[in-house]
């Protein structure tokens, strides 16, 4: 066939191709194309070779790029068919570039070709030479798909591109019965303006055999990196075989970057994955992870052990599985997360974290948010945790100061250990947190043979609405019991709503159901009308009147819970001493998690948490104090305010075996209050005569103390008060603190 070849703007005769890649359709469209050399169709096969193209005896072609222009440009297009008859024959695709050439465009599966419904392609290496700034390498160019090996194992890009995109399944091996075989890929080493990886560009598919490929070096810097679904994707589909890519280090330049659909996900169901190592640049503002942009799934164990968010994200999006993990056979191995200090919009998906290890325990032990979110969702399952043969491992939540609204959808903190422990028992709302949702089974703990952790949850002050839906912290265990035993409301809500078992446990074990509040605490309250939401069994605590109703005093329609009024009283500074001179029975005995009960008096058929119900020493919301001992001190009563600068700013009270009459018991005026214990260090004995001392004194003095001063700097001579306040080391009456008294009436002759 003649053909006649020009450059520029002009008419281009006796092209036999079709159609051209990125949209040139016909040989008029050409035309427009200015400074552009095109290798039609055929052109790079024998018999019908342009010039600067040459074959090898063992089917490498070559490319002389600049022979093939002429010197007359700088840019050369590869049309779609410029091999179609002898790709099958190619082992190897060589461009070279003596000369001024900068931009090369690889025409829509210019390379790969379609034989009785499968592709098969025998190219082992593909190279592109240094001169070229802009390189597009079009859809399925150099895709390669068989029934048995695949062959590609090497890609050269040269380190003077700046431009690089690599379009849809360009490089792509689907290996129908083996291995595929493409083990290293290095993009140019130099700082580029923009690379672009288009869906599954670099995939590779298995069927009983393995993904080859262990290591990616991108560039040190892009301006611009786009990342498209199932880029560096492995899987293997049937059989045995592993995932090998163990590490990703993206490259810094860029302040937005995507992570397509399955971008980096590992497929190994019968073998293992190899990902251990995830590094994203700094300086990014924007970081969007798509769903399952790193999924993890294998037999054996995962590796992927922590990921770290760059400081100075101001946006980070998390998709759909994007981290999550599961092993069949093995354990999940994600120990760690670390957001960012600030980000002002965090979304979380569905099964973004999940982790599922099907003979194992899981790893992540604690999340803690960022600061700087206002509003957070949580999607459903996204922090999941499935063990089977071991336990799960998330015991800590921390949500942020300054989180205004939360949601936490289905099973977002779902935990189950068929034959092990669930961990979580730390959650941590924060002061200020308005508005929350929590889904159904949103922390829902699950266990057969194990035991369940969350032995109680407390809801912060300002809390103003919350919704807990079915089964919302529900607690089961088949052999043993549940620990749950309070949940703890503030005051002043403007709406509460329940649905059925939202705080059950099955065995139940919730013993408390309080409300931090002396009025109504809540305006508006919403009960399932079938089912419970708490054990039938709870006491419901108030700061307010003893034996109100939440039926008639609470308007709280279809549930007659009778209120138990009580105060809380924490004594802190004990430093090691210990309590003395305490009433027999009273509820100063209790240990701080136990809760002390209102005496015979009041309705309550039986106490639910101690032997028997103590005798409690109060009168009209009244308690008789008691003393305290400790080595080498003296014990000078209880300080009502928090001492500062080693001084008491008020009366310090006496404990009540010291008072003149048991009317003087202390009045608990507040529904919460904290006592600190006040101490005088004892007068060190002297010395026998002519003994020397610590100091080398033999005089009988303070030996070994200038100026009159013991050894610790404390007075030894009656000097100046100590205060010793502690972060609550507490006696406690009621729970973790606390006990409620019955208020009482004043007799007529008053206290």
């Not at 990125?22 to 052109?43: C, H, I, K, N, Y």
């Not at 600067?52 to 007359?72: I, N």
């Not at 995939?203 to 679904?229: H, K, W």
């Not at 968010?309 to 999940?332: K, M, V």
Request: with cysteine.
């Amino acid at each position: 066939m003649f053909q006649k070849f020009f450059v520029g703007k002009v008419a281009v005769l006796g092209l036999a191709f079709a159609v051209l890649p990125f949209g040139v359709a016909s040989a008029e469209a050409v035309e427009s194309r200015a400074a552009s050399f095109t290798l039609g169709s055929e052109q790079l096969c024998p018999g019908a070779t342009a010039p600067g193209v040459s074959h090898g005896a063992s089917g490498q072609l070559v490319v002389d790029l600049t022979a093939v222009a002429g010197g007359l440009t700088d840019s050369v297009v590869v049309a779609s068919d410029a091999a179609r008859s002898c790709v099958n024959d190619l082992t190897s695709v060589s461009f070279t570039n003596p000369g001024p050439v900068r931009s090369l465009e690889i025409g829509a599966e210019a390379f790969s070709r379609n034989v009785a419904g499968e592709l098969n392609n025998q190219i082992t290496g593909v190279s592109f030479p240094e001169g070229l700034e802009t390189l597009n390498i079009g859809s399925y160019a150099f895709l390669q798909s068989d029934s048995g090996m695949n062959h590609l194992e090497s890609v050269v890009f040269p380190n003077s591109l700046t431009t690089l995109k690599v379009g849809d399944w360009a490089f792509s091996q689907e290996n129908l019965n083996g291995a595929n075989s493409l083990t290293e890929l290095t993009f140019p080493q130099t700082d580029m303006l923009k690379l672009e990886l288009g869906t599954a560009s670099f995939r590779q598919r298995a069927t009983n055999g393995s993904n080859t490929l262990e290591r990616v070096n991108f560039p040190g810097t892009v301006a611009s990196l786009r990342i498209n679904d199932s880029a560096f994707q492995q899987s293997v589909e049937a059989g045995a075989g592993d995932a090998r890519l163990a590490e990703v280090i993206l490259p810094t330049g860029s302040e937005s970057l995507e992570i397509g659909y399955y971008s980096f996900a590992q497929f190994a169901p019968e073998g293992a994955t190899a990902l251990s190592r995830v590094s994203f640049p700094s300086g990014l503002k924007q970081l969007k992870l798509w769903n399952s942009a790193f999924y993890l799934v294998s037999s054996a164990s995962t590796r992927l052990e922590s990921i770290e968010f760059p400081d100075g994200l101001d946006s980070l999006s998390i998709g759909y599985g994007a981290l999550a993990q599961s092993s069949r056979d093995g354990e999940a191995s994600l120990k760690s997360i670390d957001f960012p200090d600030r980000v002002s919009s965090l979304e979380i998906a569905g099964s973004a974290f999940s982790q599922k290890s099907g003979n194992g325990s899981t790893a992540l032990t604690s999340v803690e948010f960022p600061l700087g979110i206002h509003n957070l969702t949580i999607g459903n399952y996204a922090f999941q945790q499935n063990a089977r043969n071991g336990s799960t491992s998330l015991a800590s939540v921390v949500f942020p100061e300054g989180l205004k609204q939360l949601e936490v959808n289905y099973g977002g903190f779902y935990q189950e250990a068929t034959f092990g422990d669930n961990a979580l028992r730390e959650l941590e709302f924060p002061a200020g947190l308005e508005s929350l949702h929590v889904h159904t089974s949103g922390f829902q703990q699950s266990s057969i043979a194990g035991s369940n952790s969350l032995a109680a949850v407390s809801f912060p002050e300002g809390l103003k609405n919350a919704t807990f839906d079915s089964n919302a912290f529900y607690q089961a265990v088949t052999l043993g019991e549940n620990p749950m035993k309070t949940v703890s409301f503030p005051g002043g809500m403007d709406t509460l709503s329940f649905d059925r078992y939202a705080f059950f446990q099955s065995p139940t074990s919730l013993e408390v159901v309080e409300f931090r509040s002396t009025e109504t605490p809540v305006a508006a309250i919403s009960v399932p009308d079938e089912y419970p939401f708490v054990p039938a069994a709870a006491t419901w605590l108030w700061y307010g009147e003893d034996g109100a109703d939440t039926a008639t005093d609470w308007s709280m329609p279809g549930e007659e819970h009778e209120l138990v009024g009580y105060r809380k009283l924490a004594l802190t500074g004990l430093e090691g001493g210990t309590l003395s001179d305490v009433q027999p029975g009273s509820a100063f005995n209790a240990q701080a998690e136990s809760f002390a009960y209102p005496s015979t008096e009041n309705t309550f058929a039986a106490p639910r948490v101690l032997a028997e119900i103590p005798e409690l020493p109060y009168e009209h919301w009244a308690v008789d104090l008691p003393a305290a001992e400790r080595d080498g001190f003296t014990f000078e009563g209880w300080c009502p305010v928090a001492p500062e600068g080693g001084e008491c700013s008020e009366e310090l009270i006496p404990a009540s075996a010291d008072r003149t009459s048991r009317a003087a018991a202390f009045e608990l005026l507040s529904p919460t209050t904290t006592l600190h214990a006040v101490w005088l260090a004892a007068e060190q004995p002297d010395p026998k005569p002519g003994t020397q001392g610590p100091g080398g004194s033999t005089d009988g003095g303070n030996a070994g103390a200038p100026g009159g001063q013991a050894q610790d700097g404390l007075s030894t001579t009656g000097g100046p008060t100590l205060f010793l306040t502690l972060g609550l080391a507490t006696l406690a009456i009621a729970a973790g603190a606390g006990a409620m008294l019955r208020r009482r009436k004043r007799s007529p002759q008053g206290a």
